[in-house]
């Protein structure tokens, strides 16, 4: 396992995360505003996929990086995704499986700013794959049940599915992860808890909601669900 950003030991400030943005900036904000956050003491996880499929990814990475240049990555904690991994493997020259997600609509987003989303590769490159923090450990898609923590590969991170949620294997942290919609869990776009993990991508992207929550305890004390725009371009189900 790799980029796993150490643990902070202050206790000060609430503990927030929100889920899988894709690119929808107008939902994000609106969370933003529901958590009403002071980052100068709370901690904000996002927990990737900023980019593709939804109409914005522009103007979320930028906002994105504007938090955390103004009150430190501390404060404001972005992990890869999936998505940036496969932008990042596309100009690599390592696969092209980001063409067939989505990605079009990030492509017109920065385009439209007359930019290019190379210009954020080096910090989509810096983005930690994990976070841990009061008995909670953020990561996008989950952890493999059969791997140590120390041993987790990036590729479980970004992309593990059915072998983590449907896991038996206790962790001494609560996981909260993105990358499967709740919708594949429950039938529904709201957040997931379930002994020993929080499910958080709500589907905003698919026409679902975008979360955002506040965590103590091991539970969600507080959610903050904006429903998908109408009318609006970009990828829908």
């Not at 709201?190 to 979360?211: E, F, H, N, Q």
């Amino acid at each position: 396992m790799e980029k796993r950003q150490p643990s902070s030991e202050s206790r000060t400030g609430r503990l927030l995360a929100i889920g899988d943005i894709h690119g929808c900036y107008l939902e994000f904000c609106e969370v933003l505003d529901c958590l009403a956050p002071d980052l100068a003491q709370d901690h904000l996880v996002i927990l990737g996929d900023l980019i593709d499929r939804g109409p914005d990814s522009y103007e979320v990475v930028q906002k994105v990086r504007q938090l955390q240049v103004r009150y430190g990555p501390d404060h404001v904690i972005v992990l890869r995704g999936n998505h940036e991994q496969m932008a990042l493997e596309y100009f690599a020259g390592a696969g092209d499986w980001w063409n067939f997600n989505g990605n079009e609509f990030t492509r017109a987003s920065y385009e439209k700013h007359g930019a290019a989303i190379q210009s954020d590769l080096d910090y989509f490159a810096q983005l930690p794959l994990t976070y841990e923090k009061d008995g909670f450990f953020f990561v996008h898609a989950g952890l493999n049940p059969h791997k140590s923590l120390e041993k987790q590969e990036e590729s479980d991170l970004l992309w593990i599915r059915e072998a983590f949620y449907n896991s038996r294997k206790h962790w001494p942290f609560t996981v909260v992860f993105g990358h499967t919609p709740t919708y594949m869990l429950n039938r529904q776009n709201v957040p997931v808890s379930r002994p020993g993990w929080i499910a958080l991508d709500t589907g905003c992207v698919y026409g679902g909601s975008l979360t955002g929550i506040e965590l103590q305890n091991g539970v969600m004390v507080k959610i903050c669900s904006v429903k998908r725009k109408d009318g609006r371009n970009g990828f829908t189900d």
